[in-house]
């Protein structure tokens, strides 16, 4: 009876190792090495000015206000209709 409960514990504990033994993670640092490449991102640095309009809430309602608001023209499908 003793023998047959270590046999059985035994193969329990060998089961748990083959199950649980890491692996040498090699295969995971090549694919992470190739990915590397695939998830590079170039950047591109853009010129921004800060508007000298005053923080808040402002309502345009002509043409000539986006331009002092903004400082450019507003794009060509903006309607002030």
């Given at each position: ?24 993670g090699l ?25 000298p309009?005053p923080p ?5 309602r ?15 499908d903006?309607?002030?209709?």
């Amino acid at each position: 009876m003793f023998h047959r409960f270590l046999v059985t514990i035994g193969s329990l504990f060998a089961l748990g190792l083959g199950a649980c033994a890491p692996d040498s993670g090699l295969e995971d640092l090549e694919q992470a090495a190739d990915s590397e490449n695939d998830l590079s991102l170039s950047f591109v640095e853009l010129n921004s000015v800060k508007s000298p309009a005053p923080p808040g809430l402002t309502i345009l309602r002509k043409k000539s206000e986006y331009v002092a608001h903004f400082g450019t023209q507003p794009p060509a499908d903006l309607n002030f209709n």
